[in-house]
């Protein structure tokens, strides 16, 4: 079993930064690959960076390319996704998910835990 927890949304303004933060447990979960995915009212889920379990591997959606980066602390689990230049378009609900498919580009169907979510709001 894979649990996630979301931490670090909120409100900001447009040029802005946040750092969201994943934090993991279960036994093998230094084994899955993680992403992050947002979800916006009325729109689909859809896919914004991901790294390999294994190293420094990542692939991000080409709307948040050079604006995220995406990590982990291997030594207690957290993944983390920081944010820069926030956009009002980057407003949405951000969730954290762990798998076992490693696919560039990727899917939601290749994660297969999820986190319950954080809420991302930038104003402008």
């Known amino acids: 079993q894979v649990q996630l927890v979301e931490s670090g949304g909120g409100l900001v303004q447009a040029g802005g930064s946040l750092r969201l933060s994943c934090a993991t447990s279960g036994r093998t979960v230094r084994s899955y690959n993680m992403g992050w995915f947002r979800q916006a009212p009325g729109k689909e889920r859809e896919f914004v960076a991901q790294i390999h379990w294994a190293g420094s591997s990542t692939f991000y959606a080409d709307s948040v390319k050079g604006r995220f980066t995406i990590s982990r602390d291997n030594a207690n689990g957290t993944v983390y996704l920081s944010m820069n230049n926030l956009k009002p378009e980057d407003t949405a609900v951000y969730y954290c998910?762990?798998?076992?498919?490693?696919?560039?580009?990727?899917?939601?169907?290749?994660?297969?835990?999820w986190g319950q979510g954080t809420q991302v709001t930038v104003s402008s």
């Open positions: 998910a762990a798998g076992r498919t490693w696919s560039k580009p990727t899917t939601a169907e290749n994660y297969g835990y």
